[in-house]
């Protein structure tokens, strides 16, 4: 699955969702999609994103109206949001922008301009999901080389273990659920039981603390866990 963030593409055109999805999957990006406002808004009810992709046509409500509505909430005003329209007249741009887009794309667009964008305005929003290296008190992360060390020490994760780790370390201190870690790790689409995240965040403790005697990982007893952003 991929942990380089969470995008968010709100558009109703199918061909878009299509190549934006496999684009963005390919660089690693955890990618949700939403055909109208509705099904955008149950999304960021569940999760927050790291940055929607926001088409400016859409029906019932346009991607203008979603833009302000997202900017007035203090829950999702600092969301980075490229939208994208086939409107290319100056005073369209400078209407999205006005509303609190981030970044504007006219229709056809550079999927690799796109990319670029998504990957600067994440660098500047959100530096720890861009970074090829996680460090937190005395664990690094290395993402490039799938290593993960403490102390200078090695430490050799399952691949469950590595996954849940970058997932809680890309943002310490936020509690992740069950369900969010069994959906970010393990996939929508595959049924496993909640059960199996306290087993693999088992394995990821005894494989972290083997020989150290703080734990960076918080249990949140009936919420689920959270790499503890205090830990040093």
């Not at 088992?202 to 952003?229: C, H, M, Q, S, W």
Request: net charge neutral.
């Amino acid at each position: 699955m991929g942990l380089r963030g969470k995008i968010l593409i709100v558009e109703d055109e199918e061909d878009i969702i299509t190549l934006l999805r496999y684009n963005l999957e390919a660089k690693g990006y955890e990618v949700f999609c939403a055909h109208n406002h509705e099904e955008a808004r149950l999304i960021i009810k569940e999760d927050l994103p790291d940055l929607i992709i926001l088409d400016w046509m859409l029906p019932q409500i346009s991607g203008i109206k979603l833009c302000q509505e997202w900017r007035a909430n203090k829950k999702t005003k600092n969301i980075p949001i490229i939208m994208l329209t086939a409107r290319s007249e100056e005073k369209e741009k400078i209407l999205g922008l006005t509303v609190g887009a981030d970044d504007y794309m006219v229709k056809p667009f550079s999927i690799l301009e796109l990319l670029a964008r998504i990957n600067a305005l994440l660098r500047r929003a959100n530096p720890q999901i861009i970074n090829d290296r996680l460090i937190a008190g005395n664990i690094e992360l290395d993402r490039e080389n799938h290593r993960v060390i403490r102390e200078n020490k090695e430490l050799h994760l399952g691949p469950k273990e590595y996954d849940l780790l970058e997932y809680l370390m890309s943002k310490p201190g936020r509690v992740r659920s069950r369900e969010q870690l069994l959906d970010n790790i393990w996939g929508k689409d595959i049924f496993v039981n909640e059960r199996t995240v306290d087993v693999h965040i088992g394995r990821l403790r005894k494989a972290l603390n083997k020989g150290f005697a703080k734990d960076p990982i918080r249990t949140v007893r009936g919420v689920g866990y959270a790499f503890d952003e205090k830990y040093k």
